[in-house]
């Protein structure tokens, strides 16, 4: 079955400028996740989404970042008058239920100049 | 001191070597254990999956846990090429605490023919 997506798979922006990532998860995943890797680094969690529930934002690094998920489905995470250190690729990953395994997506590539 | 560390190598090895990757943590609360798979410019796939101490063997893969010392490994036998990838820990904490996993930084592994 198909898997997670995210577009674009690239973005090149400006510094100063605005962009939005999507993530489409694997269909009737209640959980789902967005993380940033750095250049040989590990992930680090940004936000969680769960049903309805409110999200868990405990790990967005700043104000100008935010994200949202409609229903069960498609997710965007914005970032505002974006840095260079916002240059990172930023995965999104869904499960089934929490505790499950988390499925990644391929990530979008941020290249801020 | 990183919640979890792992030495982000990288590590060459030739074919058909045992490979041995490891990771340290200090939050004794950890019951979940996670070793993923990551190929350049992909997501991060599910290798293993342990609870507790132990280990845990599935095909050329073994997992070990031993949370008396907070280390974990992840053995390799038998390498291939096709297992060149980065390989990146994660750990998270028993039902009712937060299912988002804490992740090592990932350790590159180079197996040359």
Known sequence: GAGVSQSPSNKVTEKGKDVELRCDPISGHTALYWYRQRLGQGLEFLIYFQGNSAPDKSGLPSDRFSAERTGESVSTLTIQRTQQEDSAVYLCASSLNPADTQYFGPGTRLTVL | ?113
């Open chain 2, 1 to 113: 001191q990183k919640e979890v560390e792992q030495d982000p190598g990288p590590l060459s090895v030739p074919e058909g070597a045992i490979v041995s990757l490891n990771c340290t943590y200090s939050n004794s609360a950890f019951q979940y254990f996670m070793w993923y798979r990551q190929y350049s410019r992909k997501g991060p796939e599910l290798l293993m999956y342990t609870y507790s101490s132990g280990n845990k063997e599935d095909g050329r893969f073994t997992a070990q846990v031993d949370k008396s010392s907070k280390y974990i490994s992840l053995f390799i036998r038998d390498s291939q090429p096709s297992d060149s990838a980065t390989y990146l820990c994660a750990m998270s904490l028993p039902s009712g605490g937060s299912y988002i996993p804490t992740f090592g930084r990932g350790t590159s592994l180079i197996v040359h023919p």
